[in-house]
């Protein structure tokens, strides 16, 4: 009886599956037949086009609306332009000071300088449609584990290395390797995490022969050959992991220019030189292509990111001719503009370096903008001033110094320039 049970509990239950799978196979062919008569009509060449043409995909995409899933959001890197945004107050204490980090050089020392408001170190930037995060130094220490970095430019892009080695010092503190006579070339080496960050002091690129004291005070004409590399930095390209370039200032020094050794033209010289008035733009645009060309036939493995010329913010004058800078605050969008030497800079840049990036991804080299002129050009009160002397006015409130609108506090508004460098690094 037992046995009988089972039997037909065993029949039931392969009757009712075999019942099942009948079903399933007539309801998938009512569907096959369906969709094949909608596929059919959806293939129907349209009548405006011959029978040997294939219709282009894109003249039948859907709504857009239908699409909105597929496109990236705001807080997405190739969405969202990092350098348009504005300064927001900052409630958090700055990352570091001058107590806290030994490496910030005297004229950026503001702080130890005595610059009496303390304001401009409370903004963070913030990009419009999407987050920003701060620069995360242990994050990024570890990314770069036996990893090198090279900061390679002029005095500007030496201020921006004292900002990311102050950063990073936060978390463990840098051991330097070397520096020569000048403090100009140094080394430093992160042991924990057998990291080497370096800084070159090239402010042409290029080989120059350059006759002025530390003050900016020329004896003789730059002699700048646009068709030959710096050497300082060549003969160690290919032992960085990492290399930040930087330029441009100095392209508005008076300068004569050679190609092959010969005189080519000039900028700002004198009017008893017979030479042809080629201007600094002229220069700026031949080196960078010249730097790009050096980039393309070189070793691939290296990230390569060229950081924009930034913004003087000297008023009622220049470097030389009594300029200042005693603004605590932010400017608001429109207050300054760019400068016409500035603007020349900028263009050259936003012109050649795109091009450089395009041919770069073609070749499988990683080659980006860092563009913080932007984010710059509204911190008129980010500047040393008069204190990029120790305390400037002990003695006599109405002393004449040289103020520095051209430089950075240190901690102060380029430590942002390094929360763009650590997006740029991590999305890459």
């Not at 099942?20 to 062919?29: E, R």
């Not at 500007?156 to 520096?179: K, M, T, W």
Request: glycine share 6%; hydrophobic share 35%; net charge negative.
């Amino acid at each position: 009886m037992k046995q009988n049970w089972w039997r037909s509990a065993y029949y039931m239950q392969h009757h009712f599956v075999y019942k099942l799978g009948i079903s399933i196979l007539l309801v998938g062919f009512g569907f096959r037949l369906l969709f094949s008569q909608s596929s059919d009509a959806n293939n129907i060449t349209p009548p405006d086009l011959p029978n040997d043409v294939n219709p282009n995909p894109k003249d039948f995409i859907e709504p857009p609306q239908d699409l909105n899933q597929f496109q990236p959001q705001d807080n997405e890197p190739e969405k969202c332009d990092i350098s348009d945004g504005e300064w927001v107050p900052n409630k958090g204490s700055p990352v570091y000071t001058n107590n806290t980090c030994r490496w910030i050089e005297s004229h950026q020392n503001c702080m130890g300088n005595g610059r009496p408001d303390t304001g401009y170190m409370y903004w963070k930037w913030s990009p419009k449609g999407c987050d920003l995060p701060r620069f995360d130094a242990e994050r990024f220490l570890e990314m770069m584990r036996d990893k090198s970095w090279a900061f390679v430019g002029d005095s500007i892009n030496r201020n921006h290395l004292q900002s990311f080695i102050c950063l990073l010092s936060q978390v463990e503190d840098a051991v330097e390797l070397y520096h020569d006579k000048e403090y100009k070339n140094r080394q430093w080496h992160f042991p924990t995490y057998n990291l080497t960050v370096s800084v070159m002091w090239s402010p042409f690129l290029a080989k120059a022969d350059i006759f002025e004291d530390i003050d900016g005070v020329s004896s003789a004409e730059i002699q700048l050959h646009l068709d030959i590399l710096d050497k300082t930095w060549t003969e160690q390209f290919d032992t960085w992991d990492y290399i930040l370039f930087s330029s441009g200032k100095w392209f508005i020094k008076t300068a004569i220019y050679y190609e092959k050794n010969n005189i080519l033209g000039c900028h700002g010289c004198s009017s008893g030189k017979n030479y042809t008035r080629l201007g600094f733009g002229f220069a700026y645009r031949k080196i960078l292509n010249n730097l790009f060309e050096f980039i393309m036939n070189s070793n691939p493995k290296s990230m390569i990111i060229y950081r924009t010329s930034t913004p003087d913010h000297f008023e009622n004058g220049t470097w030389s001719t009594g300029g200042s800078c005693d603004r605590t605050v932010p400017a608001k969008d429109g207050d300054f503009e760019l400068a016409d030497i500035n603007r020349i800079l900028r263009e050259i840049e936003l012109s050649e370096i795109p091009k450089a990036e395009e041919r770069a991804a073609e070749k499988g080299i990683k080659l980006k903008l860092l563009d913080v002129t932007p984010l710059s050009l509204v911190r008129p009160d980010g500047h040393p001033g008069p204190y990029r002397h120790f305390y400037p006015f002990a003695e006599d409130k109405s002393s004449k110094v040289q103020y520095d609108c051209l430089h950075w506090c240190l901690p102060g508004p380029i430590d942002s320039w390094n929360d763009l460098l650590m997006n740029i690094v991590a999305s890459a």
